[in-house]
């Protein structure tokens, strides 16, 4: 089998470079470990910037995003028992986030892949990327009892954190910059109506804890735990009686509780790998970085990658030159560098970390209050929020 592009990955980022260079008229083949209702069945982001909305329509897919997916103008802020309301569209000069979880965006890439009619290899077994230094790089896998091969121009990784495109590159070609947080997020996701009609980011003295959606009817909440916790300690009951504690008596009080539908604890990390091309392998999304959830910039972030990365290949076929995809690492690296920076700044202002024996919260106390009382504070918050702009 022969390719011009390799995807490694069904993720969103696999499955949005797959639709954008379909609609360029670029061949291209995913191959995924998993089944696609397993893909499905992972409940993780929920906001989307307009940048990555942009892209979404340009691939073909936003109808029903546009439909069924909720803006938001603002965000709130909650400590010392108190909301303050951050107002991203007046501080942006008219910039607002969307909700619309990354089920429904997968969903939706998945659909527009199937009615193209283009080729995706589900439960592919010990995928295996090659030659990927040279002119003709191959992807390997097993899948029915049988080793399949295919040949291609360029290899996309979009195989996330722990996908074998990073782990293939020799260890003196690359250098990773990490940091592990002590403490996870516990998620529910309940068929409640949301707490606020605006995400309400707490900063407790108990952790942090977020109010979150993907409805008008269905509510999305996380509390800090440490990363000792198991998943199934936690009763619904425990988890509504901690997240009640955590946020402003209105809130507390206005919060409707439910039976989960998926509860989960996903750790928090901040990672990039450096470079993210290899020859004639390019890597994208998770599987060359990481951010704490805080920001909500993972996704976000792989859609990013995304149109730099297709644009490249759009220059190289149509246009016949490799500028693109010459300085696809270096423009990638310099906006990932930005939301890493963002990341770790919401999660530093907003968590109860366990080693601080008080003065690191009266900071963040006195970091928020400057946050909500200065302009240029907030709006330095607002437009990295909403998503910086593309260097083009
Ligand atoms: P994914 O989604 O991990 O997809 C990678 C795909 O590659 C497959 N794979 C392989 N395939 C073949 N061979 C192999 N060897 C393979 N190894 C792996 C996997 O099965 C998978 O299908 O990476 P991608 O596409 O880069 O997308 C990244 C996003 O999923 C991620 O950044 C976000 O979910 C992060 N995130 C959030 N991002 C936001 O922008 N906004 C948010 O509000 C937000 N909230 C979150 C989040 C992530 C969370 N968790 C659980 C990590 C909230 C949470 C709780
Ligand atoms: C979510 O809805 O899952 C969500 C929203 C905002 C975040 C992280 C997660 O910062």
């Not at 990927?132 to 979009?158: M, N, Y």
């Not at 009609?197 to 909440?221: K, P, W």
Request: charged share 25%.
């Amino acid at each position: 089998m022969r390719t011009q592009v390799a995807i490694i990955g069904a993720g969103p980022a696999g499955l949005l470079l797959g639709q954008l260079l379909h609609k360029a008229g670029i061949d291209n083949v995913i191959v995924e470990q998993r089944s696609g209702e397993y893909v499905l069945g992972r409940i993780r982001a929920g906001i989307i910037e307009q940048i990555c909305q942009d892209l979404l329509d340009e691939a073909g897919v936003g109808e029903r995003m546009h439909r069924e997916g909720i803006v938001h103008h603002g965000i709130e802020l909650c400590f010392g028992g108190q909301r303050h309301r951050i107002d991203l569209r007046q501080l942006t000069g008219g910039k607002s986030v969307m909700v619309y979880g990354q089920t429904e965006v997968t969903r939706d890439l998945m659909d527009a892949r199937a009615a193209a009619g283009l080729p995706t290899v589900y439960e592919a077994a010990n995928v295996q990327v090659h030659d990927f230094d040279g002119t003709s790089p191959r992807v390997s896998w097993q899948k029915d009892g049988a080793t399949h091969e295919l040949q291609c121009d360029f290899i996309a990784g979009c195989d996330g954190f722990h996908g074998v495109c990073r782990a293939s590159v020799p260890a003196d070609r690359i250098q990773t910059f990490e940091r592990v947080y002590p403490f996870g997020w516990l998620g529910i996701l309940a068929d409640t109506p949301p707490v606020s009609d605006e995400l309400i980011y707490s900063n407790h003295e108990r952790g942090f804890a977020l109010c979150s959606m993907r409805s008008h009817t269905r509510s999305r909440h996380y509390v800090q735990v440490p990363l000792t916790d198991k998943v199934e300690s936690w009763s619904d009951e425990a988890f509504w009686d901690e997240l009640r504690r955590r946020l402003d008596p209105e809130a507390a009080e206005s919060l409707v509780t439910g039976p989960s539908i998926e509860k989960s604890i996903a750790p928090l990390r901040s990672f990039v790998a450096e470079p993210m091309r290899f020859g004639r392998m390019f890597l994208a999304g998770d599987a060359a970085h990481i951010v704490p959830p805080t920001g909500a910039k993972g996704l976000n972030l792989a859609a990013s990658d995304v149109r730099y990365l297709s644009r490249a290949f759009v220059e190289y076929y149509r246009d016949k030159t490799e500028a693109g995809i010459d300085d696809y690492s270096r423009k990638a690296l310099r906006r990932v560098w930005k939301a890493e920076r963002f990341s770790w700044f919401m999660t530093s202002l907003l968590h109860k970390f366990p080693d601080d024996a008080g003065f690191g919260f009266k900071i963040q106390q006195a970091e928020l209050d400057y946050l909500v009382s200065s302009a240029a504070a907030s709006t330095s918050l607002a437009e990295n929020y909403v998503g910086l702009p593309f260097e083009d």
